[in-house]
């Protein structure tokens, strides 16, 4: 135990100034380094969480299986191929049957009184909400939202509003008290950068 924790101390520097990727913090976890799983978790604690609420619809329990599957990375993280599948892609998977597991375990309990949660999807015996397209929508706005975060503060303030909240050109203009040919201009040179972005990633 000493051991690994003076390897895990003399670590903590390096990932500080490195900034790996998704892979290689992976690949750290399963060498047992702390701080790579807390950087996985501050890159994908949202995500996670967003994908199991939007299974299970309640946000306490999607809480705490945003705690299990990073446990679960913790320990499964040298069963990862990154040939197979992105990280993000890996640990969407692991979330869902996860969720899923735990919404048999709730209908199986004698007391349960929750809805199925293939209910939940249904109306008038319509599927309105396929899962696996409601995943797909997260993870594109999870994209948006971390390349808006690289656009100057002016661009990502006024694209914020656009995308985000659904503002008109007018509205962003009136709740930034600037121009509207200015927030035009803004948001044209926002979505060609962000466009840029999107493509390189």
Do not use: C
Not at 30 to 42: F, G, K
């Amino acid at each position: 135990m000493q051991t690994k924790r003076r390897k895990i101390d003399r670590f903590s520097p390096v990932l500080k100034k490195s900034k790996p990727d998704d892979i290689q913090l992976i690949k750290l976890i399963a060498q047992s380094h702390q701080d790579a799983i807390s950087e996985l978790y501050e890159r994908y604690k949202r995500l996670v969480f967003s994908v199991a609420l939007a299974i299970v619809g309640d946000q306490s329990v999607a809480e705490e299986i945003t705690l299990d599957v990073f446990v679960q990375v913790w320990q499964k993280a040298d069963s990862y191929r990154p040939e197979l599948a992105k990280v993000s892609t890996w640990m969407i998977a692991i979330t869902r049957n996860h969720a899923i597991d735990i919404l048999r375990w709730q209908r199986s309990r004698p007391d349960a009184s929750i809805v199925h949660w293939e209910e939940g999807f249904v109306q008038n015996g319509t599927l309105i909400h396929n899962v696996e397209e409601q995943i797909e929508s997260i993870l594109k706005k999870e994209r948006v939202r971390k390349a808006v975060a690289q656009l100057p503060e002016d661009q990502r303030e006024a694209l914020a509003l656009a995308y985000f909240k659904g503002y008109t050109q007018s509205q962003i203009s009136e709740a930034l008290k600037q121009p509207l040919g200015t927030i035009k201009t803004r948001i044209r040179l926002g979505m060609q950068k962000l466009r840029k972005l999107l493509e390189e990633d």
